[in-house]
């Protein structure tokens, strides 16, 4: 059921789990799916367990990509709502800083089309005075073999 809220709601901003649901280590391959299958790195994970012996949170911290670790003994109704308000804040703050990873990527496409369309410009332009280069070398020439084509073309 979880994997189908998140799957339906990719915008999640937190998720406070269990490890225990179903299984015994439920929770963990959640975030598993979570992070590894579906590749959302943004949804902030804090895990939270009545069991810490289960899943001790050192091991826990380092092998799964969750964002905070709790027992549900110590978290109080304060504890919690400072945990929650911090992983909104994160949330939101690397919300911003994809958005502009995404902004910046376009300006650096449009950036390189500019470049593209300026040096194309830039090589019928390279072609054009060589051409013209090359027909007043002929009128040149034309003129020192006949002066009284000079004063025609002029």
Same mark, same amino acid.
Do not use: W
């Given at each position: 059921?979880? *994997? /189908?809220?998140?799957? =339906? ?16 280590? !439920? ?20 895990? +939270? ?7 001790? $949170? ?11 670790? #709790?027992? *549900?003994?110590?978290?109080? &109704?304060? #504890? ?6 911090? !992983?909104?804040?994160?949330? &939101? !703050? ?21 470049? =593209?369309?300026? +040096? &194309? ?5 390279? #072609? ?8 007043? /070398?002929?009128?040149? #020439?034309?003129?020192?073999? $006949?002066?009284? !084509? ?5």
């Amino acid at each position: 059921e979880a *994997k /189908q809220l998140i799957l =339906t709601n990719p915008d999640t901003a937190v998720i406070l789990l269990d490890v225990v649901m179903e299984t015994e280590d !439920a929770g963990l391959r959640l975030v598993n799916f979570i992070r590894d299958e579906i590749g959302n790195q943004l949804v902030r994970i804090i895990l +939270r367990t009545g069991q810490p012996g289960r899943a001790p $949170d050192n091991v826990v911290v380092v092998n799964y990509g969750i964002d905070d670790y #709790k027992t *549900k003994t110590e978290l109080t &109704s304060q #504890k919690l709502l400072i945990t929650i308000v911090t !992983a909104l804040r994160t949330f &939101s !703050a690397l919300s911003q800083m994809l958005e502009m990873c995404r902004t910046l990527e376009l300006e650096i496409i449009q950036q390189r089309q500019i470049e =593209t369309m300026l +040096r &194309s410009s830039e090589m019928r332009q390279r #072609k054009r005075v060589h051409q013209l280069e090359q027909s007043l /070398q002929s009128n040149q #020439k034309s003129a020192e073999s $006949d002066p009284e !084509a000079l004063v025609q073309f002029v």
